[in-house]
């Protein structure tokens, strides 16, 4: 291959890709390699640019060697840390004196790291909050088959313990099943036309016994004609469910809690028009170094209050995904001792 050709042979290559010859220099650079290392890269010694000992070396070997090699690049985005896989292949009969060269390509694999990590945590987080009632059924069942064996009022207590634990366990299960159910859905767009001022109004008849319970008032704000979307009714009904009782909970000291729904002809959130809900408590609010990580699995702003309360750590991660689902949006506002607003935006 002609000298004159390697421009173009290194810019066809889509991945980010550099061309080393036997003087250990830079020969080629195509389009995105400048972006990723720089405009001014080629004519450079490829170790002042890839400073990685593993990098280096896997390099000098191909050129030695002319065999392939792999290897792996750990850089930073300015955003998050990035994780390339490297490939280095010989060419023959280009660079100096026609010696050969090696195409070094680097393959973006983040996202599968990222995924990766995301499993092992959520392994991780599913066999901790699983562990802590089993630990505490084990233990109760120990106690009830030796020390408190003839003990009436211990076996009384000790079962009521035991059978919230149990129902610990089934809602996470439960949960569990729910968010596998609504991500397996979620690239597939409802078909269904429904009036969501109705919607939310029979959401707001089945929840208001646990207001009353919490002392809180419920105040829906809606237009009286119907507003209509394009949704699945179990899952919004899902959504505004987690919400309310969520704002019942952890916002139920402001003693009210208001759900709205305004229609706008034009949202920019959607790019279109759209149905606004949103769910606002009075209550003590979220610090916000919380608020970006709110939807995640198992995230808890108030851990110990939250299983105080018989949360899972994964209501708002499958409203998350049902919000998705339906094309929407999903903010949060808040401010410490101001309270906190769901907003869920849906197309119309």
């Given amino acids: 291959m002609s000298d004159e050709f ?6 066809a290559i889509p991945l980010p890709a550099v061309l080393v010859d036997q003087s250990e220099r830079l020969i080629g650079a195509n389009g995105v390699a400048r972006a990723m290392f720089g405009q001014n890269i080629v004519g450079r010694h490829f170790a002042t640019l890839l400073r990685q000992p593993q990098i ?15 290897t792996r ?3 930073n985005d300015g955003a998050q840390d990035t994780t390339f896989i490297v490939n280095c292949r010989y060419v023959r009969g280009v660079g100096a004196v026609q010696g050969g060269a090696v195409v070094v390509s680097f393959t973006d694999v983040t996202h599968l790291e990222q995924a990766n990590q995301m499993r092992r945590d959520f392994v991780a987080n599913v066999s901790h909050e699983l562990r802590t009632p089993l630990t505490a059924l084990m233990g109760f069942i120990e106690t009830l088959r030796g020390p408190a064996k003839d003990d009436a009022g211990a076996r009384e207590r000790f079962l009521e313990i035991m059978d919230g634990e149990a129902s610990r366990m089934n809602r996470l299960v439960g949960d569990l099943l729910s968010l596998n159910r609504v991500e397996s859905e979620e690239r597939v767009r409802p078909k269904e036309e429904l009036d969501l001022t109705a919607q939310i109004t029979s959401t707001i008849h089945s929840i208001r016994p646990l207001a009353q319970d919490a002392g809180v008032r419920l105040n829906l704000e809606a237009p009286d004609a119907p507003v209509l979307v394009m949704g699945d009714a179990d899952q919004l009904r899902q959504v505004f469910t987690n919400l309310i009782e969520n704002a019942i909970k952890y916002g139920g000291s402001g003693r009210r809690v208001d759900i709205k729904l305004i229609e706008m002809e034009r949202d920019v959130a959607v790019r279109g028009p759209s149905a606004r809900v949103q769910v606002i408590d009075h209550g003590p609010g979220i610090d916000p170094v919380h608020l970006p990580r709110l939807t995640e699995r198992f995230y808890r702003a108030d851990s110990h209050r939250s299983r105080e309360l018989g949360g899972t750590g994964l209501g708002l991660a499958i409203v998350k995904h049902i919000v998705n ?3 929407g949006r999903l903010r949060v506002e808040s401010e410490l001792g101001q309270g906190t607003t769901f907003t869920v935006i849906l197309p119309r």
Wanted: charge should be negative.
């Fill in 6 to 11: 390697i421009p173009d042979f290194v810019e």
């Fill in 56 to 70: 280096i070396e896997a390099i000098e070997k191909s050129l030695v060697s002319k065999d392939p090699t792999e």
């Fill in 73 to 75: 690049y750990l850089s």
């Fill in 325 to 327: 689902r339906h094309r």
